[in-house]
Antibody, heavy 117, light 107 residues
Framework: VQLLESGGGLVQPGGSLRLSCAAS????????MNWVRQAPGKGLEWVSA????????SYADSVKGRFTISRDNSKNTLYLEMNSLRAEDTAVYYC???????????WGQGTLVTVSS | DIQMTQSPSSLSASVGDGVTITCRAS??????LNWYQHKAGKAPKLLIY???SLQSGVPSRFSGSGSGTDFTLTISSLQPEDFATYYC?????????FGQGTKLEIK
C-alpha cells in the first residue's frame, strides 16, 4: 500500500495550487479519504475529508470556501484544490486513510506547500 | 465541533521509564480514538486504533484505554526510538480533530 502526494511548491498569497495523491495497493473509492497538514512548528491539523461514496465532503473552518477535495476513481487518485492561498496555509500536506474500527491506516510522505511573496 | 484536549504538552523522561498521556474529548466519541507517533520528516505512525487496539507491528509496551470522553496512551518502558511527538485523534465526526500533541523528550 502506498500513497504518493505531489503538486506542492512555492506560491504567492492569493494564488492556487492543486495537490494530488496517487494510491496503490488499495482502492480509494472503497474508503473515506482525508487531507491533513502540519504547519512549521505546529501540530497536525485535519483539513478535509471525502466519503467513500464521494457524495460527502467536509472541511476545516480554516479552509472552507477556499479548498475543494475530490477524487478520480479511474486514476485511484485523491485531489485537493487550494485557492486564495494565505501565508498560514504554509504546511506539509498529507493524504491519509484513517483507521476506524479496522486497523487499515495509510499516510503519504507529505508534500510541502509554501505561500510567500 | 469536538475539541480534543491532550496533556501534557511536553514530557521529559528517561529510557526505561513508564509514561502516560491523556486525551479528553469535549463530547462523547465512543471508542473512535486513534493514537499516532510522529517524527520529523516522516508520516505519522498509527499506534492504537479504536481506543485500545494495538496496531500490527507496534511493540506491546504501547497500550491505550478509555471510551466516551477520556482516553490514555501508556508506554510501559521507554526505548530510545520512542522519543517523538504523540497525537490523539477522534474519528467520530468531522472535523476529525487532533489533540495538540505531546512532545516526549529524553531527560
Amino acid at each position: 500500500v502506498q500513497l504518493l502526494e505531489s503538486g506542492g511548491g512555492l506560491v504567492q498569497p492569493g494564488g492556487s495550487l492543486r495537490l494530488s495523491c496517487a494510491a496503490s495497493g488499495f482502492t480509494i473509492s472503497s474508503y473515506g479519504m482525508n487531507w491533513v497538514r502540519q504547519a512549521p512548528g505546529k501540530g497536525l491539523e485535519w483539513v478535509s475529508a471525502i466519503s467513500a461514496s464521494g457524495t460527502g465532503r467536509s472541511y476545516a473552518d480554516s479552509v472552507k470556501g477556499r479548498f475543494t477535495i475530490s477524487r478520480d476513481n479511474s486514476k485511484n487518485t485523491l485531489y485537493l484544490e487550494m485557492n486564495s492561498l494565505r501565508a498560514e496555509d504554509t504546511a506539509v500536506y498529507y493524504c491519509a486513510k484513517f483507521a476506524t474500527s479496522a486497523p487499515s491506516d495509510y499516510w503519504g510522505q507529505g508534500t510541502l506547500v509554501t505561500v510567500s511573496s | 465541533d469536538i475539541q480534543m484536549t491532550q496533556s501534557p504538552s511536553s514530557l521529559s523522561a528517561s529510557v526505561g521509564d513508564g509514561v502516560t498521556i491523556t486525551c479528553r474529548a469535549s463530547q462523547t466519541i465512543s471508542s473512535y480514538l486513534n493514537w499516532y507517533q510522529h517524527k520529523a520528516g516522516k508520516a505519522p505512525k498509527l499506534l492504537i486504533y479504536a481506543a485500545s487496539s494495538l496496531q500490527s507491528g507496534v511493540p506491546s509496551r504501547f497500550s491505550g484505554s478509555g471510551s466516551g470522553t477520556d482516553f490514555t496512551l501508556t508506554i510501559s518502558s521507554l526505548q530510545p526510538e520512542d522519543f517523538a511527538t504523540y497525537y490523539c485523534q477522534q474519528g467520530y465526526s468531522t472535523p476529525y480533530t487532533f489533540g495538540q500533541g505531546t512532545k516526549l523528550e529524553i531527560k
